[in-house]
């Protein structure tokens, strides 16, 4: 009886199974599919300096335009893409692209020029040759290694292997900035700021989200700022969506902000509208 009821058992669950490892396998070869006939696209948010308003820099954020499943965010298949190995071909795509577009944003802003974010997976820092990849990209863009930031996870940072250090120290000596991404999100943030060569703190929206409500996240974001300062890194609060929130960041001394109370990620050619407005007919008189 036992032993009809395992098998039972075992018959209830294999088909569900081998649904859920095809949809998988599906997902995989879209997704290499994806990689050979470029389905992406890249989005940019602003990034803004929080006294004035205006426009700093921009943050580089993936899209995969799926066939049949439209516009796929990338929660949805960056955690395939690293355990494929495809987040290597996709990421370099990233770089070159973000740089590429920014660079030539840049030529058209003289005197003030625009950085741009790139978000790095761990998988990408173990398995390429990333500071040459980097490299390349800003060389083939055109763009100055200042100008070129690259934002690590939290995680990125607690499993990171030996060599993981000396390839971020390689990737500074090209001149270009690190960020830790989602920052306050980690079990361990404050080590990671004495260990890792970062230039940049980006304070978790989970924080921003209750600046104005919560005292103690209140308190927090602004022991993050202060921390920043004191350390020489520049502030970034993430997920503003209202006044409020600005107001107390601001107000905070934070430097440095992106929401959609400024703008959602936007297609390339609606950045370049906001960049470079088309001029009204009283402005040409
Ligand atoms: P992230 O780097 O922390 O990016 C911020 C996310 O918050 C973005 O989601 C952005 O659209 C969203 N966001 C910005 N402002 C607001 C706001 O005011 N309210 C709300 N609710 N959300 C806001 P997105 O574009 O879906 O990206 C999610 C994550 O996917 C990113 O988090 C990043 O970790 C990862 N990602 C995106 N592009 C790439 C990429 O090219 N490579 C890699 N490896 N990861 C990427
Ligand atoms: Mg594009
Ligand atoms: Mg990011
Ligand atoms: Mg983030």
């Not at 495809?86 to 003289?110: K, S």
């Not at 490299?135 to 607690?158: F, H, K, N, Q, Y």
């Not at 080590?191 to 209140?218: C, G, H, N």
């Not at 022991?223 to 209202?242: P, Y």
Request: a negative charge; hydrophobic letters at 40%.
């Amino acid at each position: 009886q036992a032993k009809k009821h395992g098998k039972d058992k075992f018959e209830m669950f294999e088909p569900a199974m081998r649904v859920a490892f095809q949809a998988t396998i599906d997902m995989e070869s879209d997704l290499r599919r994806a990689v050979v006939r470029h389905e992406f696209e890249l989005r940019y948010q602003p990034i803004v300096r929080l006294s004035s308003g205006e426009i700093t820099g921009v943050e580089a954020l993936i899209r995969w335009l799926h066939p049949e499943r439209g516009i796929v965010p990338p929660v949805e298949f960056i955690p395939l893409a690293e355990e494929t190995g495809l987040i290597v071909p996709i990421g370099e795509w990233v770089l070159r692209e973000a740089t590429r577009q920014v660079a030539e944003w840049n030529t058209r802003r003289a005197g003030r020029p625009l950085t741009v974010s790139v978000n790095i997976s761990a998988v990408q820092l173990e398995h390429t040759v990333l500071p040459d990849v980097v490299r390349s990209a800003l060389d083939a863009a055109g763009l100055p290694a200042d100008r070129l930031t690259l934002e690590l996870t939290e995680s990125l940072l607690v499993d990171h292997r030996p060599e993981t250090l000396q390839r971020l120290h390689d990737i500074k000596a090209l001149g270009v900035r690190l960020a830790i991404d989602d920052f306050g999100t980690g079990y361990s943030s404050l080590a990671y700021l004495r260990q890792f060569p970062v230039d940049i703190i980006k304070i978790d929206k989970s924080f921003v989200d209750d600046v104005v409500d919560e005292p103690t996240a209140a308190a927090l974001t602004h022991g993050i700022i202060q921390l920043g300062r004191a350390l020489q890194l520049s502030t970034i609060a993430e997920g503003i969506e209202h006044a409020g929130q600005l107001t107390s960041l601001a107000g905070g001394n934070c430097e440095l902000g992106q929401g959609y109370y400024f703008a959602e990620p936007l297609t390339e050619s609606a950045f370049d509208d906001l960049l470079f407005p088309a001029h009204s007919p009283n402005e040409c008189e």
